[in-house]
């Protein structure tokens, strides 16, 4: 049973507990979020050394501020699987999980999230020449109130991540796997007529032109409907030791 933590617990990490029990290949040991009422859990309200130290894996599902102000407590004592990705487009965070993982021999796993194909887009890094990225998502799930349909961001995504870090996970993940935040390109469109956080990525290389078209519905929630789903499959594909058929 692998022993598993959890910083921040709301949607996304609620689906994961429920998850991990109907699976059964987890045991919790601590779930650290300051907010969350969930009777019966090993809740702690503040970072506790003492709790870190008994997981194996600590799975952030929080946001980009609290994962960075965790990371080496996170890394000293497990492997770390996150969803708030738009923490690296912070030099220093990403310069000190390389450091951290190599001094304390970890990993951290990136999950596909709210979008499909990183491991195809990872794997063609070095052709790529072109790497777009437009998300459309309801005003309320962007923190604005706009009444018609506007472009609020569009250029690098290192940007994006600074402007929207709860928003743009995906552009982070997409920049991570392909070519970079600085080189990856992002527009954020900001629409009432929509209930759903969409995103199309364009890739070309040479000899290679890509559109994926993803949408889900979210009703104003910066977490659509699938992410969860696919949460919970990439933590069975980190913790499960099952033989037979894998997707890779
Ligand atoms: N990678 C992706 O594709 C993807 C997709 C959707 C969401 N996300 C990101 O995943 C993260 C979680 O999303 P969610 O929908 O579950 O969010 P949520 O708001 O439902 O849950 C966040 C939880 O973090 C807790 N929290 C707040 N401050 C904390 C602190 N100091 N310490 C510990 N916990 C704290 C909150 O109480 C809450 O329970 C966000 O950063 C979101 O942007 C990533």
Redesign the pocket.
């Known amino acids: 049973m692998k022993k598993i933590g959890f910083?921040?617990?709301?949607?996304?990490?609620q689906a994961l507990l429920a998850h991990i029990k109907e699976e059964g290949y987890g045991e919790i040991v601590f779930i650290?979020?300051?907010?969350?009422e969930l009777p019966g859990e090993p809740v702690i309200r503040e970072p506790l050394e003492s709790a870190y130290e008994k997981a194996e894996l600590i799975v952030e599902?929080?946001?980009?501020d609290?994962l960075k102000k965790h990371l080496e407590l996170i890394l000293k004592y497990g492997d770390l699987l996150m969803?708030?990705?738009?923490a690296f487009s912070d030099l220093e965070f990403s310069t000190l999980a390389d450091e951290l993982c190599r001094k304390y021999g970890r990993h951290i796993y990136l999950?596909?999230?709210?979008?499909l194909g990183l491991d195809g887009i990872f794997d063609g890094r070095r052709v790529w020449k072109e790497v777009v990225i437009e998300t459309t998502k309801s005003p309320k799930s962007l923190g604005r109130e706009d009444k018609e349909r506007t472009v609020v961001y569009e250029g690098p995504t290192r940007q994006a991540c600074v402007l929207y870090?709860?928003?743009v996970?995906?552009h982070a993940?997409i920049a991570l796997a392909g070519m970079g935040f600085d080189k990856t390109c992002s527009k954020i469109i900001s629409d009432p007529a929509v209930e759903t956080n969409a995103h199309t990525i364009c890739l070309k290389g040479e000899g290679i032109d890509i559109t994926m078209n993803i949408s889900s519905y979210a009703n104003g929630?910066?977490?659509?409907v699938y992410?969860p789903h696919s949460a919970c499959g990439s933590l069975d594909r980190i913790c499960k030791e099952d033989a037979g058929t894998l997707f890779v």
């Open positions: 910083l921040g617990c709301g949607k996304i990490g650290e979020d300051p907010f969350a599902c929080a946001n980009a609290v969803f708030s990705v738009t999950p596909h999230g709210a979008i870090p709860r928003n996970n995906v993940a929630a910066v977490t659509g992410t």
